[in-house]
């Protein structure tokens, strides 16, 4: 009995230290902010690529309607 109580302590004391241990917490939030920083990055992208394809789509359209010049 002893022994099995020796052992919970044991198992008891590791819990305790995990749980205020805040190494892991801390990887956890810069883990957190980098996910947030990839999203709005991509966000911000897909943005400019569409202000981009739509910009091109206008010059080309543009360029369509001028006659060809023999040169």
Do not use: C, S, W
Not at 14 to 19: C, D, L
Not at 29 to 48: M, T
Not at 51 to 60: A, C, I, P, R
Request: glycine content about 12%; charged content about 25%; cysteine-free.
């Amino acid at each position: 009995m002893l022994r099995a109580y020796i052992a919970y302590q044991g198992i008891k004391n590791r819990a305790v230290r995990f749980i205020k241990e805040d190494k892991g917490a801390t990887a956890i939030e810069y883990g957190l902010i980098a996910g947030g920083i990839a999203v709005a990055i991509i966000a911000v992208v897909y943005g400019i690529g569409t202000d981009l394809k739509d910009l091109f789509t206008d010059v080309q359209t543009e360029l369509q309607k001028r006659p060809a010049t023999g040169g």
